[in-house]
């Protein structure tokens, strides 16, 4: 019926649901778990139920003798053309080609692929990127904001709001410093600003301040100044950030990121609720004085003498601190952004950090339980020697640097597959496959481990990869080219005449399932793997199932295979923020 609306069919969901009725119907409880799963190898179907066993052994009976039950019950009439059991009592699922064709037919017309919008939307902010002022952003910046942009595409696809939330560090007592150098600099030059090398400033800027004693006196001046809204500390602290921004943006703006100043939520907007956060801590009994600070000491944290870890939320001198603006950053998140989820992507390094704020959080009642905030870690990025990737002579690698060599390398690596492309074509092509390679590195790993950063890796054309996936889905769109058909005018029936195309359909049908997994666990990762079967399932399909040749028909009902195939690969390839081109 759904289909009929021309709403696509989470299969998934859909089996699950007749599972879990015909599991009720056998005598498990209401509240049972079909554990319906893609299977992993085509002899065991489409689809794998798992759930029998649990309920079996609640209900004391033999796995095997629930499994024929629950068959009794699970009428998949128009669903499934076989169902069987396997081992202790799995049930396997083989899908229907009827079915298939006809949820192929939804998919291949909808500009979704047939992936529906979210019924419920939420509110999700997305903590990203977060360089600091002053400081080029470096590889360390990279990933987040690779990883986190990504998740801010996946959601908004899925119809959620996504609040993109730029944490930059704008804020701290280095600003007093900062200040100090940028004046000393616009006299010295003349009211020139050589912030172009950011790196550079801040290093100058700290040998200043570290050797000249009067210099540090106004440094420490300004810094008071700053936090007590001074106007002209406040104007001088608001071009050190614009300055750092504009350069940030370019880098964004390079990377194919969706981050806009709009989206710049820096530490500096959480410093009016410090001092009040501060005092209700002290009124709630949870923060305490010790020697001059206030510390909020955790049961859930220990010491290494182990007692309760003491977590510092004010100096001595009064300054804030780092989890202190992470504290009231949560609790804005919640209050005035109305977030139903939080996600950050710092890397693990900050784990405990992010722990112990948002225990404080949670005990403090800032934010519910029922908001979930979460930490998308991930692990560092390493060389080829395995230790944290840094330049020749040992320095950081700066991200603007990074990209002017992936798009060197792409220009050669493409400029000798296509000697005849005009010049504009290959080095919008150049800019596809360098920053792609750079992004889908990253994003087709597992996140949550270190990862080493691999230049002849990640441009090779074999492999899950950016030129790979970007190369498939080319060849997809060569189909169509080389018979010069418009894709779109095609209308024919489709007919799932063989396992190849079976199997091709299926995968085809489940981006919605993978979206979902990637929304949940927050891990493109995923999303690269099921693209990388999808191309490898097409082009099994592709050299086994004669497309152009074939009589119709065969002929356009492939061809609508093959509709949808660049269809998923785009939208895919879309959600993950790497760029497709035409050919290749
Ligand atoms: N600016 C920080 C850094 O460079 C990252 C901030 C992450 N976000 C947060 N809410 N703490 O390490």
Not at 106 to 124: D, L
Not at 446 to 460: E, G, I, S
Request: negative net charge.
């Amino acid at each position: 019926r759904a289909a009929k609306k021309g709403i696509q069919v989470n299969i998934q969901a859909l089996l699950s649901d007749k599972v879990s009725q015909a599991l009720i119907a056998a005598g498990a409880s209401t509240d049972c778990e079909p554990q319906v799963r893609q299977s992993a190898k085509v002899q065991f179907g489409d689809y794998q139920a798992n759930g029998v066993m649990a309920q079996a052994k609640k209900l004391g009976m033999p796995p095997r003798q629930l499994a024929e039950k629950v068959l009794e019950n699970l009428d998949l009439t128009g669903i499934a053309s076989k169902v069987e059991i396997a081992g202790p009592g799995f049930i396997n699922i083989f899908l229907d080609p009827v079915f298939l064709a006809a949820q192929v037919e939804q998919a291949v017309v909808s500009e979704r692929a047939g992936v529906s919008t979210i019924a419920t939307p939420e509110t999700i902010v997305i903590d990203y990127s977060a360089p600091n002022v002053a400081k080029e952003m470096h590889v360390g910046h990279l990933r987040s904001t690779i990883i986190g942009d990504a998740a801010a595409r996946t959601l908004s696809f899925l119809g959620h709001k996504v609040i993109r939330a730029n944490h930059v560090g704008d804020w701290g007592t280095q600003f007093g410093m900062l200040i100090a150098f940028l004046e000393k600099q616009q006299q010295e030059n003349a009211g020139e600003m050589a912030l172009a090398d950011l790196e550079g400033f801040y290093r100058e800027a700290k040998k200043h301040y570290d050797e000249d004693e009067a210099f540090a006196e106004r440094a420490r001046g300004y810094v008071v100044k700053l936090q007590g809204g001074d106007e002209y500390c406040r104007e001088m602290w608001r071009k050190l950030v614009d300055i750092t921004m504009t350069q940030n943006q370019i880098t964004y703006d390079r990377l194919n990121v969706t981050l806009t100043r709009d989206d710049v939520m820096g530490e500096s907007l959480y410093n009016a609720m410090l001092p009040g956060i501060v005092a209700d801590l002290k009124a709630k009994g949870l923060a305490v004085e010790s020697e001059g600070a206030t510390v909020v000491f955790l049961d859930e944290f220990k010491n290494k003498e182990g007692e309760p870890m003491g977590v510092i939320i004010q100096k001595k001198d009064g300054g804030y601190l780092y989890t202190t603006t992470d504290i009231a950053c949560a609790k804005y998140r919640y209050e005035t952004l109305h977030a139903d989820r939080v996600l950050y992507y710092i890397d693990s390094r900050q784990h405990q950090h992010l722990m112990q704020a948002w225990t404080i959080v949670r005990k403090a009642g800032y934010v519910p339980e029922s908001v979930p905030l979460e930490h998308h870690m991930f692990g560092m990025m390493l060389g080829k020697d395995g230790k944290p990737f840094k330049t020749r002579a040992g320095g950081t690698v700066k991200l603007a640097d990074l990209l002017d060599e992936a798009l060197e390398r792409a220009r050669k690596l493409v400029s000798e597959k296509n000697p005849d492309m005009p010049a504009d074509e290959l080095n919008a092509l150049a800019n596809a496959v360098g920053i792609g390679a750079v992004k889908y590195a990253d994003l087709s790993k597992n996140r949550t481990t270190d990862y080493v950063f691999d230049w002849d890796n990640m441009l090779a054309f074999e492999g899950n990869t950016a030129p790979y996936m970007q190369y498939a889905y080319t060849r997809v769109l060569s189909v169509f080219r080389k018979a010069g058909i418009d894709e779109q005018s095609i209308t024919a029936p489709v007919v799932i005449g063989n396992e190849r195309e079976s199997v091709l359909a299926a995968r085809l049908l489940q981006l919605e399932e993978t979206l979902a997994v990637v929304v949940r666990d927050g891990t493109p990762h995923v999303m690269c793997a099921y693209l990388y079967d999808v191309a490898g399932l097409f082009s099994a399909f592709y050299e086994h199932c004669p497309i152009l040749s074939a009589e119709q028909p065969v002929r356009d009902s492939r061809l609508q295979l093959a509709r949808l195939t660049a269809k998923v690969l785009k939208i895919g390839l879309d959600t993950l923020g790497i760029e497709t081109v035409e050919r290749m």
